[in-house]
């Protein structure tokens, strides 16, 4: 254990994505998921997301939500009923959004299309 303390976080994390993981999927199949930050600014449609949530709070949904699921898939759609005693959404800007941090216990909190866009909500701790 001492020899892997002394090895550069760097370079085990390079290691594991390189080395290990190609291990395992020889191993049991492939499980290598490469792993790198995503940028939120061009990685997803944001214009067809609001224009969903446009929609939707056009027809009077007012508990819209944007998701990031457990595997990772983004989508648009609405709150569960027993999560509508929060705020209704009172402009098209504001939408809530629900992701499952390493806890697994999905966080709700409103925000605004604005704050998903430029990251700045997945670049901060979200307080239950």
């Known amino acids: 254990m001492e020899i892997i303390e002394n090895i550069d976080e760097e370079v085990l994390a390079e290691l594991f994505e390189n080395k290990t993981l190609e291990i395992l999927d020889k191993t049991y199949g ?24 446009l929609e939707r709070f056009n027809q009077g949904l007012k508990y819209t939500v ?16 027993e999560k509508m005693i929060l705020p209704e959404l009172t402009s098209p800007n504001e939408v809530y959004f629900k992701t499952y941090p390493i806890s697994g216990f999905p966080m709700t909190v409103k ?10 909500m997945f670049n901060q701790k979200i307080d239950n």
């Open 111 to 120: 925000t605004t299309w604005d704050k998903l866009i430029s990251g700045e």
């Open 30 to 53: 492939e499980v290598l998921h490469i792993i790198r930050p995503i940028d939120f600014q061009t990685s997803i449609d944001w214009n067809w997301f609001k224009k969903k949530a």
């Open 66 to 81: 944007f998701e990031i699921s457990p595997n990772n898939e983004f989508f648009i759609g609405q709150l569960n009923k």
